[in-house]
């Protein structure tokens, strides 16, 4: 498969993946949240009744928690196409 029909046919398998890591990291988010001993929603930037360290520190922890997730499942998603067809999508 040339390099454009690759990236081409890993695009459904991309956008699936992603859906899929959007609702992995958001619960492990909240778990991680709960864990930290804070409330079960996590404030929203506009919240005033949070303070900026408790919005600042969610926006944080919720971004490197998806961030960690999306490059995990990228990579294994790219892994499983190289596997399958032999060559990498990207």
């Known amino acids: 498969m040339s390099g454009w029909a690759g990236r081409l046919a890993y695009k459904p398998v991309g956008l699936l993946l992603g859906a899929g890591a959007g609702l992995v990291a958001g619960a492990l988010f909240k778990q991680a949240w709960r864990l930290a001993g804070h409330d079960d929603d996590a404030p929203d930037a506009t919240d005033e009744d949070r303070g900026w360290g408790e919005v600042l520190a969610a926006a944080a ?3 490197a928690i998806f961030a960690l997730v999306e490059a ?7 892994v499983a196409v190289r596997r399958a067809t032999g060559h990498w999508p990207g």
């Open 61 to 63: 922890l919720q971004g």
């Open 72 to 78: 995990a499942v990228d990579r294994a998603g790219a």
